[in-house]
């Protein structure tokens, strides 16, 4: 493609020279990622994964797609570029797994102002270090320019992945029962959702980012803000292989209220004590400098807890030793009720 040149073009705002240049500096990123599945090269028209079903009678393909929403402007702000990926990794592989499924592969979409090589590698680079952490090939993606859409220095980022399960082995939620233990993994901070309320309770355009502060353990907000999104896909698959898990919730957008209710078979709720919640400083922050009502928070941001599995309760505690064992920090959260209240926070 050494000939591939458009004077036209370029001058329209695309240098798809730019774009060839992207594609050898993130190849080395990309490699990180290959497994014995991958059978193409990049830069083709579409990546080929071979699919490996052996132990699986009855293989189920399980797909989801995602973005990092507007953390992407603190990453722009901060001129900070390598972690972001990984959060676009982990919201979809973390939503896959709630249904059994392990990653085999990933793809990405940039979409940006102007293409610049060196930046367009080092946000591949973070997707590549989630592909590495979820343990799934990064098969292709896409880089586009859209001059006059969106400022040059802008950029937005998306991903999917797919996952593979045997459908015997599919998780199913109609099988929680009253009594049954809620076992919370602790997040690493407000991962990727919420950040429009984040945005606006810091003034974030005009905060300084990067003084450290007493009560975020002297970290700067923009270091706490950015922290990326922890991947649970390991841990959760070394669960599954040693405890029955009945089902698992990924805490996103909506915090508690909206996502603990969708990995709970109907007539059944969560009753969760506040206490016992672990809650990160970053939420007690944002809290206090928004003066943000205790439910809002609930019902936006994780809190502390990304994950939530619903086990036994007699395997409750043989599930949180396999989870730290595996670099989880997990702790025994709450208790499956019979009730029409979906989610009892007391």
Partial sequence: MNSSFSESYKAAGVDITAGYKSVELMKKHINRTKNEGCLDDVGGFGGCFGLDL?????????????GVGTKIKLAMLLDKHDTIGIDCVAMCANDIICCGAKPLFFLDYIACGKNYPEKIAEIVGGVAEGCVQAGCALIGG???????LMPEDDYDLAGYCTGVVDKSKILDKNSVKEGDVIVALASTGVHSNGFSLVRRVFDIENADLKTPIAELE????????????KMYVKSMLALMKEVNVKSVS???????????PRSLPKGYGAKIKKSDVRVLPIFKYIEKVGNIPERDMFNTFNMGVGMIAVVDKADANKAVEILNANGENAYILGEIVK??????LW
């Fill in 218 to 229: 002297g970290k700067s907000l923009g270091e706490t803000l950015l922290t990326p999104t």
């Fill in 54 to 66: 052996t132990g699986i009678s009855e293989p189920v393909l399980v797909s989801g797609t995602d």
């Fill in 250 to 260: 990924h805490i996103t957008g909506g915090g508690f209220y909206e996502n603990i």
């Fill in 339 to 344: 009730s029409e209240k979906e989610v009892e």
């Fill in 142 to 148: 896409e880089t586009a320019e859209h001059p006059g």
